[in-house]
């Protein structure tokens, strides 16, 4: 089992509609949490961060995070033909400095006009 | 602002040869991360700094070695090239202290030949 792991897709949205993503990880005392948006052949561009449970609003994404069932998901709301690319899940299980992300396999978002 | 800075951007070496990928973190980020993204793959973590100190180690052949310098710019060295080696290198700063976010820069694209 992989300590990070996320739908590959892809998942197709119309343009104007929520895309929801999810990503579950292993192990439990895991601290932080972040999504990463990539284009290809870019970098990762970090979009979100969420560390405690509950739901994190910023402007047209929303990450939610449930520590008991291991659990963080990503909404776009009003998705739009650039949000079109790879979301990375990325996980911090220390939360020190100098700790390494591990990454779920990213899930592709196709946003249809 | 300030982002990231890596060099060079594209970089050709035959097999056996030896490469140096340069990272120049976000002014006052004091932790710099090195990344390895293969096609199709998400990034894996290679070696970490803070403070000029290695701080975590991941799947880092031992071919390759790295450091932070006083300013703390990094430098990834890379020995007896092979194939394989052939990927997108990402490094990516923290500032001192929580949360630890991870920011990206834009990559080097190494092809081995």
């Known amino acids: 089992q992989k300590e990070v792991e996320q739908n590959s897709g892809p998942l197709s949205v119309p343009e104007g509609a929520i895309a929801s993503l999810n990503c579950t990880y292993s192990?439990?005392?895991?601290?932080?949490f972040f999504w990463y948006r990539q284009y290809s052949g870019k970098s990762p561009e970090l979009i979100m961060s969420i560390y405690s449970n509950g739901d994190k609003e910023d402007g047209r994404f929303t990450a939610q995070l449930n520590k008991a069932s291991q659990y963080v998901s990503l909404l776009i709301r009003d998705s739009q033909p650039s949000d079109s690319a790879t979301y990375l899940c990325?996980?911090?299980?220390?939360?020190?400095?100098?700790?390494?992300?591990?990454f779920g396999g990213g899930t592709r978002v196709l946003v249809k006009p | 602002a300030a982002g990231v800075i890596q060099s060079p951007r594209h970089l050709i070496k035959e097999k056996r040869e030896t490469a140096t990928l340069k990272c120049y973190p976000i002014p006052r980020h004091d932790t710099v991360y090195w990344y390895q993204q293969g096609p199709g793959q998400d990034p894996q973590f290679l070696i970490s700094f803070y403070e000029k100190m290695q701080s975590d180690k991941g799947s880092i052949p031992d071919r390759f070695s790295a450091q932070q310098f006083s300013d703390y710019h990094s430098e990834l060295n890379m020995s007896s090239l092979e194939l394989g080696d052939s990927a997108l290198y990402f490094c990516?700063?923290?500032?001192?202290?929580?949360?630890?976010?991870?920011?990206f820069g834009p990559g080097t694209r190494l092809t081995v030949t």
């Open positions: 990325a996980v911090d299980q220390l939360r020190a400095a100098g700790n390494k992300l591990t």
């Open positions: 192990d439990r005392g895991s601290q932080s």
């Open positions: 990516a700063s923290s500032e001192l202290g929580a949360p630890y976010e991870q920011y």
